[in-house]
């Protein structure tokens, strides 16, 4: 079965600190693997896209790996500021059918001053 | 500004009433997609529409029911909704339904059902 698996579920970080968010998967053929960005009450944006040829992208601060033979992608941010409390969510799409996407339950990040 | 914009934002209603949820994009995409968020869940596909052709209906019951009178406007229609309906219901779009690119996301209708 295609799974997108996130960990952790949330995280409270101090501001200026690093943190890093993984995903793992099972889908199966894999097409590329995305990072979105969901502010609280607005809808997810679109950090990163890998993929499988790709094993990492970064967009300023935010860093993806992908790691196709284990199936795990993981996003690091650098010197996490107040605006980066959100949730983020990785995506999955399968080669079987790319307009469906198998998205994880997110992580929750909450920067603390 | 993603350029999808859904109405409206809140919206409450009772049991037995009838209300539309409206999503709007002129980003010059051809597919749109309902999807509806459920707290702790991950994002659950409702409807995707390529070209104004409903091309999937994931087992959504039939108290809601999609519209798309052209490549620009989504329409998700509501009727004797119950209270596990009430989620955050997304509307996105996209170039085309195969293409690599990202998924635009409109932000929302957050949906409460008395």
């Known amino acids: 079965k295609n799974q997108v698996e996130q960990s952790p579920q949330s995280l409270i970080i101090l501001e200026g600190k690093n943190c890093t968010l993984q995903?793992?998967?099972?889908?199966?053929?894999?097409?590329?693997l995305r990072w979105y960005k969901q502010d609280t009450g607005r809808g997810p944006v679109s950090l990163t896209i890998?993929?499988?040829?790709?094993n990492t992208k970064s967009n300023g601060r935010y860093t993806a790996t992908l790691d196709a033979d284990t199936k795990q992608s993981s996003l690091h941010i650098t010197a996490s500021q107040l605006s980066d409390s959100a949730s983020y969510i990785c995506v999955v799409s399968s080669m079987d059918s790319s307009y469906k996407l198998i998205f994880g339950s997110g992580t929750r990040l909450l920067v603390r001053p | 500004e993603t350029g999808v914009t859904q109405t409206p934002r809140h919206l409450v209603m009772g049991m037995t009433n009838k209300k539309s949820l409206k999503c709007e994009q002129h980003l010059g995409h051809n597919a749109m997609y309902w999807y509806k968020q459920s707290a702790k869940k991950p994002l659950e596909l409702m409807f995707v529409?390529?070209?104004?052709?409903?091309?999937e209906n994931n087992s959504v019951p039939s108290r809601f029911s999609p519209e798309c009178p052209n490549s620009s406007h989504l329409f998700l229609h509501l009727h004797t909704l119950q209270p596990e309906d009430s989620a955050l219901y997304l509307c996105a779009s996209r170039l085309d339904r195969g293409s690599n690119q990202p998924q635009h996301f409109g932000d929302g209708t957050r949906l409460s059902i008395l």
């Open positions: 529409y390529s070209l104004e052709e409903r091309v």
């Open positions: 995903c793992n998967y099972t889908v199966s053929p894999f097409s590329n």
């Open positions: 890998m993929t499988f040829s790709e």
